[in-house]
């Protein structure tokens, strides 16, 4: 990062804007028949655009604490990338719910629905999206106050768990709390209670994951429907109880989120599937999945092995293929399911997500703020309820585990 800049009002009209400019170009023409030739012709342009701006700027600005912007912006080039190169490789034109059936869309119904097309991420009101699924609400909510309040609730919860998982973190050691980070694996302690420290932080990032990215979503989802006029409907739940997975086939299929499923399965799936059949698709979206995360993840320019990154993601791939060979040859016409497969899941998972975590507690990447500003509103709050001189690290770790644990363990008697 020494020989980038920190870019400038000027350096983002000059070189940023110019990628979401092409971006929406594309998603115009996709809409559009007899565009194909143009699609392909403008491909080239939006990786080119986005190597150059990542090439240019550091848009931490030489602050290794906030080295995540680097992070952010890189995984968004890439996922305009990959949107944007299957965008140019569609057959048939992409059509919203609001065009009537057996017509074609207008380009000025086409220039007003790409904003739409740019947002969404799972597809929902296009003909795209189908195969993906989507969660159910328990109670459908069509009111957009009742929305909004819901999304509200939703967003300070999460937002708070966020930072409680965060904090519970870095009170393991004092050098998660800096960029130069450290590994998980304590060498002062014994083997098993390395391992069994290695475990816990492991778990406590697993919830962090899942309460950062439905604190982002629910807080996405009430500027969009108040400002933007999305209806609620164009925002169901994120996550489907993947506590509940008894299978990888299962949480990476249904359960987990699907919001980059499509881009994965377009761009590595079907490109490996057309040389290698069904087996071939699979590994080649999970090979893909470990790309991006990879780009990532190297984008905080810290090092790390990009071997272990990617490995975590192919090796869930490669989990998939094995249970796909236990239900056709050992145990023939039975999927892997019940309180075994959910064993089975969640250790497979943790035998390649530890090595992955310790990558991310090296590069410092708990380090970061979890919430704008560096607010803490966890530590806050305990500050005022504990006497001063109180462990908060210790109390936040037995909260979270204490909260967590229970919840897990009553749902495993409500497996499917």
Not at 190 to 203: D, N, P
């Amino acid at each position: 990062m020494t020989d980038k800049t920190c870019p400038t009002g000027r350096d983002i009209v000059v070189h940023v804007l110019p990628i979401l400019a092409a971006q929406y170009v594309m998603g115009v023409l996709v809409q559009l028949r007899n565009t194909a030739l143009l699609r392909v012709a403008l491909l080239p342009i939006v990786p080119w655009l986005a190597w150059r701006a990542f090439s240019l700027f550091d848009f931490s600005c030489g602050d290794h604490e906030k080295a995540q912007a680097n992070a952010l912006f890189a995984s968004h080039m890439a996922t305009i990338c990959m949107r944007t190169a299957i965008w140019a490789m569609v057959q048939e034109p992409y059509v919203r719910d609001n065009v009537p059936k057996n017509q074609s869309t207008s380009v000025p119904m086409a220039l007003w629905n790409v904003w739409d097309l740019l947002l969404t991420t799972r597809g929902i009101g296009w003909n795209w999206s189908q195969g993906i699924p989507i969660p159910r609400r328990s109670k459908e909510i069509t009111s957009k106050t009742q929305f909004l309040i819901y999304a509200a609730l939703r967003a300070v919860l999460y937002g708070l768990a966020f930072d409680a998982f965060t904090e519970a973190i870095r009170s393991f050691s004092p050098n998660f709390t800096s960029w130069k980070g450290e590994t998980i694996f304590d060498p002062s302690l014994s083997v098993v209670s390395r391992y069994l420290r290695a475990l816990q932080i492991t778990y406590l990032a697993i919830w962090l994951a899942y309460c950062a990215i439905q604190w982002g979503y629910h807080s996405l989802s009430i500027v969009l429907v108040s400002i933007f006029r999305q209806h609620p409907s164009q925002w169901p739940p994120l996550f489907d109880k993947p506590w509940l997975s008894t299978s990888l086939s299962e949480i990476w299929g249904r359960r987990w989120h699907q919001m980059l499923r499509f881009n994965f399965a377009s761009c590595g799936g079907i490109p490996f599937a057309y040389l290698f059949g069904r087996t071939g698709g699979i590994l080649g979206t999970f090979l893909m999945s470990g790309i991006f995360h990879v780009v990532e993840f190297g984008a905080v320019g810290r090092g790390g092995s990009a071997m272990t990154v990617a490995g975590f993601f192919f090796m869930n791939g490669v989990g998939v293929l094995l249970e796909r060979a236990w239900s056709k040859k050992v145990s023939p016409g039975r999927r892997v399911r019940g309180i075994w497969g959910w064993i089975w899941t969640f250790s497979w998972m943790a035998f390649w997500g530890v090595p992955l975590l310790d990558q991310w507690t090296r590069a410092g990447r708990f380090a970061a703020d979890p919430l704008p500003g560096g607010i803490k509103p966890t530590m806050a709050l305990l500050s005022l309820v504990l006497p001063q001189g109180a462990d908060k690290g210790l109390i936040l770790k037995c909260l979270c585990f204490g909260i967590t644990a229970p919840f897990v363990v009553y749902s495993l008697f409500t497996l499917p």
